[in-house]
């Protein structure tokens, strides 16, 4: 957890809270202080922002974050009541918004759901770059035979698509299976389709 808050007593305040829920945290005067220590975008976590902060600017910071690859949850605090902040918060990108004093569960829960889905989005983006990372491993031949496969063509027509025998056509699939590291086609259909390679079967 980072927290990000300008007033000191204020910080400590969060921080405490956070603490006592089991988080561990890191805190900061200003929010591009987190970019100078660069967190590991891949841990499940969550930013939290006092924008009471003089500095802070709500649609800067999302930005701010998002130019610099850190695809971190954002939740907002502030002082003010006007729901305009919490409306451009929310434009901006920001995972949620709360006005003080904050109702202590229903923060934590925000804080809860900000986490899980940054887990989430973590192991879709790990599940797909070594899924990339496979795929580019396959030789040019192999690729087509991974083309044709997960398109539904039989051995024999994917030897007669590229003028080659069945046998050798086996050989390839087994080693695309192999490489790709799939059991079965059922398995390869699924994989290419969650890499946006297949368009999803109509139901």
């Known amino acids: 957890m980072h927290i990000v808050d300008g007033d000191a007593a204020s910080q400590a305040g969060i921080d405490r809270m956070l603490?006592?829920?089991g988080y561990e945290t890191r805190a900061y005067v200003r929010a591009d202080d987190i970019l100078k220590h660069r967190p590991d975008g891949e841990s499940a976590s969550?930013?939290?922002i006092d924008t009471s902060a003089p500095d802070e600017s709500i649609?800067?910071?999302v930005s701010l974050f998002s130019k610099?690859?850190?695809?971190l949850p954002v939740i907002f605090l502030t002082d003010r009541g006007d729901a305009r902040v919490g409306v451009r918060a929310i434009k901006a990108g920001a995972e949620d918004f709360f006005t003080k004093p904050i109702e202590r569960d229903e923060f934590i829960g925000a804080i809860d759901r900000a986490i899980s889905r940054h887990r989430l989005a973590s192991e879709q983006e790990s599940w797909v770059r070594t899924r990339l990372a496979r795929l580019q491993r396959l030789t040019r031949r192999e690729r087509e035979v991974f083309e044709l496969v997960v398109r539904g063509k039989m051995n024999k027509?994917?030897?007669f698509t590229l003028g080659t025998t069945e046998r050798t056509i086996k050989a390839h699939r087994h080693k695309v299976m192999e490489k790709m590291q799939v059991c079965s086609v059922v398995e390869l259909v699924t994989c290419a389709e969650r890499l946006g390679l297949l368009r999803p079967s109509a139901p």
Do not use: I
């Open 19 to 21: 603490r006592a829920c």
């Open 46 to 48: 969550c930013v939290v």
């Open 59 to 61: 649609p800067d910071v």
């Open 68 to 71: 610099a690859g850190l695809n």
């Open 157 to 159: 027509q994917v030897a």
